[in-house]
T-cell receptor, first 109, second 113 residues
Framework: GQQLNQSPQSMFIQEGEDVSMNCTSS?????WLWYKQDPGEGPVLLIA?????ELTSNGRLTAQFGITRKDSFLNISASIPSDVGIYFCAGQYNNDMRFGAGTRLTVKP | DVKVTQSSRYLVKRTGEKVFLECVQD?????MFWYRQDPGLGLRLIYF???????EKGDIPEGYSVSREKKERFSLILESASTNQTSMYLCASSFPGHNHEQYFGPGTRLTVT
């Protein structure tokens, strides 16, 4: 089935830096989601986006639902060590949900 | 607080063994899902269930079966484990119509030798 193209695959950044990652698809979605997976744990929902063009924040995290409905990005500002983990995008169309391969984030103190 | 628990965090099995992975959720969710997670591939849906005794194939059901005898419990069965089923297995649950708000368990890392 259709999978999402998520980039970058990994990022190594210094504490305090901003981070940006994105997801693209050849298909449209009704909902875009961003999850974070801490080491050894299951993914946890960070942000859900329901309308094209929507921009939503959750603390230092900001995500946008692309106008074309085929893409989304996630920004993390002023990164801290506990931001380390794998970030997954997911797109949903009706009951069908697709996940990106994940962006592994490493934050150096 | 939603809680999804999985019976084992780590499991090592031999090729050909029958393997049971159990998942229990305490939020009275109708929907339950089983995924496998592999590096570079993200999460891929194996099976899902929208009600007791109901099951539907996901994207990669081959080699797997499931059982949903009670609302809170969704079991994944590997009838005859093979080395290519070595993976992280994640269970999730959600309310009907809220598949986008899935709550995940901690995962079971299965190694088949």
């Amino acid at each position: 089935g259709q999978q999402l193209n998520q980039s970058p695959q990994s990022m190594f950044i210094q504490e305090g830096e901003d981070v940006s990652m994105n997801c693209t698809s050849s298909s449209i979605f009704n909902t875009w989601l961003w999850y974070k997976q801490d080491p050894g744990e299951g993914p946890v929902l960070l942000i859900a986006l329901y309308k094209a063009g929507e921009l939503t924040s959750n603390g230092r995290l900001t995500a946008q639902f692309g106008i074309t409905r085929k893409d989304s990005f996630l920004n993390i500002s002023a990164s801290i060590p506990s931001d380390v983990g794998i970030y997954f995008c997911a797109g949903q169309y009706n009951n069908d949900m697709r996940f990106g391969a994940g962006t592994r984030l490493t934050v150096k103190p | 607080d939603v809680k999804v628990t999985q019976s084992s965090r780590y499991l090592v099995k031999r090729t050909g063994e029958k393997v049971f992975l159990e998942c229990v959720q305490d939020m009275d969710h109708e929907n339950m899902f089983w995924y496998r997670q592999d590096p570079g591939l993200g999460l891929r849906l194996i099976y899902f269930s929208y009600d007791v005794k109901m099951k539907e194939k996901g994207d990669i059901p081959e080699g797997y079966s499931v059982s949903r005898e009670k609302k809170e419990r969704f079991s994944l069965i590997l009838e005859s484990a093979s080395t290519n089923q070595t993976s992280m297995y994640l269970c999730a649950s959600s309310f009907p119509g809220h598949n986008h708000e899935q709550y995940f368990g901690p995962g079971t890392r299965l190694t088949v030798t």
